[in-house]
């Protein structure tokens, strides 16, 4: 999933500046599940937006609601007579919900009100960690389904650096070597051959590097102009 | 080994390469490029290798801090008479980057590129950079390797007049974890064609010891040049921290307390009760024992099998060079022919 979180309060007030009529629009999907984004977030947000404006002595408007995914213009559409009454919507998507209201609603302004950090998964009851960066050309196949692109520090391909230590990466203690927990990995299925092979250099082409990304498939966009 | 030479029968026919060549024991050391633009510190750090190494290898933003790049200091260093080892990290630059920069190298009279991945950014003075890792290593060295042997860059394209030819090395890490990965990295090294490796610091014997005969197993040994890093211990303290905080690092405790015993006849004075004049003569004790084990260990490291020479790490401390190379009866250098025997 998308993992997010909040930003500052003082810096989502510095977003919204002088605007009187706010609506904080939550999402349903990936930044519910991470606890920065969903209903509850939104909800706790605009209270919180609500108390320090009294405090400041500013009067405003502040409302909230939260679709099931920002992602995806037929969820937006039910908000849009919402939208079309505030000066401003504070998106608790991720970037891509703050874009996709930005490009549906061209006459309003929208700010983000979340971080958007990595793709990741929750390994612990409030610990999220990063797993995958799209990169495009997937190498797990090759490194037992643990990605070096996104969890090696350096993003190698042939194996660990030197400053692999007891498990945990050179730029910190906290932080997995993951050269050591693929090797650990094909060790103990008995696959360790596969570190013999040299890799070649990536392709960047298909990650950021390329250029902005986009899949067409002509299968899906033909099947649609047939209904 | 790739066996492309060019047309001297050497690979680059640099003098490091000859010197191995000719199978006498290497000695390579190292200089740290300032941060400014002070070209006469380089001068002055030149002359005191000059004559007692074989090669020294200019740092490339070593630990991720700015400093004069390896290349400009290179050709200062080329100017000076002594031959440099280039190195060249993938942090900071991409294949272009990095191809067309040993082009330059090249064309500046360089001959010997050491590849390396690089420390990470967050270890410098500027963690806030982004990082580009667009290659690793081993993917450098093989990409040089085909611009020297194939004339031709990464994306396939043939170079179109003088190829760049580098005396190819690599970097190793005996005591990294995985450790039971290290002496097959080093292979991969190889196979991608690293004609020399140059290793991290090495103190704890036994264990590298047991490390080279892993290396010899794999046939390793014969497919490069490996030669030993070594760097003389500048007090206790520094052995201690290296130990504790350096990755990769074995410091056996009798070492550390040789290094102590250096130390004695002023142990028993009180912290606030040491003279300036105390402290320089303590430092001059320990540093002569660092220089000492530092000898000794070459002289060990002399006697294992597949062991070329030894890299001298005395950065910051470029003296201490000198007394090594002639304590370790490494001094004078061998004078190489230009041709291969
Ligand atoms: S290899 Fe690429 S696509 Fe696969 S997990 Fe890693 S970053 Fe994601
Ligand atoms: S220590 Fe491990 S994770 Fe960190 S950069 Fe090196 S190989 Fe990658």
Redesign the interface.
């Given at each position: 999933m998308i993992v997010a979180e909040q930003k500052s309060l003082d810096e989502i007030k510095s977003l919204i500046g002088t605007s009187d009529n706010i609506l904080v629009v939550g999402c349903g999907t990936c930044v519910t599940v991470c606890f920065a984004g969903g209903s509850r977030e939104a909800a706790i947000l605009s209270s919180s937006l609500r108390m320090s404006s009294k405090l400041d002595g500013v009067s405003r408007n502040v409302a909230d609601v939260t679709v099931q995914r920002q992602c995806e213009w037929e969820y937006l559409d039910a908000i849009s007579d919402q939208i079309s009454e505030v000066d401003i919507v504070l998106s608790l998507g991720c970037g891509i919900g703050v874009q996709a209201i930005a490009e549906h609603f061209p006459n309003t302004w929208v700010v983000p009100g979340l971080n958007t950090t990595f793709l990741g998964l929750p390994t612990e009851q409030g610990v999220w960690a990063e797993r995958c960066a799209a990169c495009g050309d997937c190498v797990l196949g090759l490194t037992g389904g643990i990605c070096p692109i996104a969890r090696c520090s350096k993003s190698l391909l042939n194996g660990p650096c030197g400053g692999s230590e007891d498990g945990h990466c050179e730029i910190s203690p906290e932080t997995d070597c993951a050269w050591q927990l693929i090797y650990d990995r094909l060790e103990s299925m008995d696959k360790l051959e596969v570190l013999m092979d040299l890799q070649t250099p990536k392709n960047w082409q298909t990650s950021r590097d390329g250029g902005p990304r986009k899949i067409v498939r002509e299968d899906l966009r033909l099947a649609s102009e047939q209904e | 080994m790739t066996t492309n030479p060019s047309d001297n029968g050497y690979l680059a026919g640099s003098t490091l390469e000859r010197v191995l060549r000719a199978g006498h024991f290497a000695v390579t050391g190292e200089l740290g490029p300032p941060q400014s633009a002070d070209r006469e510190i380089i001068g002055k750090k030149a002359a005191m290798l000059m004559g007692y190494c074989d090669a020294v290898n200019i740092t490339d933003n070593q630990t991720a801090i700015v400093r004069m790049s390896s290349i400009g200091a290179g050709a200062l260093v080329v100017q000076e008479g002594l031959e440099p080892v280039i190195q060249m990290t993938?942090?900071d630059r991409n294949?272009l980057a990095i191809q067309s920069d040993l082009l330059g190298a090249y064309a500046l009279g360089m001959r010997n590129l050491l590849c390396l991945?690089?420390?990470?950014q967050?270890?410098g003075n500027h963690p806030t950079s982004k990082?580009v890792?667009?290659?690793?290593?081993?993917?450098q060295i093989?990409?040089v390797a085909d611009m020297r042997d194939e004339a031709i860059f990464?994306c396939g394209d043939k170079m179109k007049g003088q190829e760049p030819r580098f005396f190819i090395g690599a970097?190793?890490?005996p005591f990294?974890?995985?450790l039971d990965?290290r002496p097959?990295?080093l292979?991969?090294k190889a196979?991608?064609g690293a004609d020399f490796i140059q290793t991290?610091l090495i103190y704890d014997l036994e264990a590298f010891k047991v490390f080279m005969e892993k290396v010899r197993d794999l046939g390793v040994h014969e497919e490069t040049y490996i030669l030993a890093g070594v760097g003389p211990l500048k007090s206790p303290g520094m052995a201690r921290y290296m130990k504790n905080n350096v990755?990769?690092i074995l410091i056996p405790d009798e070492m550390i307390t040789r290094m102590t015993q250096a130390g004695a006849p002023w142990k028993d004075i009180p912290k606030d009760e040491l003279t300036k004049e105390d402290k320089k003569a303590r430092s001059s004790a320990w540093k002569e024992t660092g220089i000492q084990i530092c000898i000794e260990l070459i002289q060990e490291l002399q006697e294992i099998e597949g062991v070329a020479g030894v890299h001298i790490m005395a950065i910051e401390w470029e003296a201490a060079v000198k007394p090594i190379v002639e304590g370790a009866g490494l001094y004078p250098r061998p004078v190489v022919s230009e041709q291969p025997a």
């Open positions: - | 993938c942090r294949r991945s690089g420390d990470h967050s270890f990082n890792f667009d290659i690793d290593s081993v993917q093989q990409m990464q970097a190793a890490a990294a974890d995985p990965f097959y990295r292979g991969k196979k991608a991290q990755p990769g």
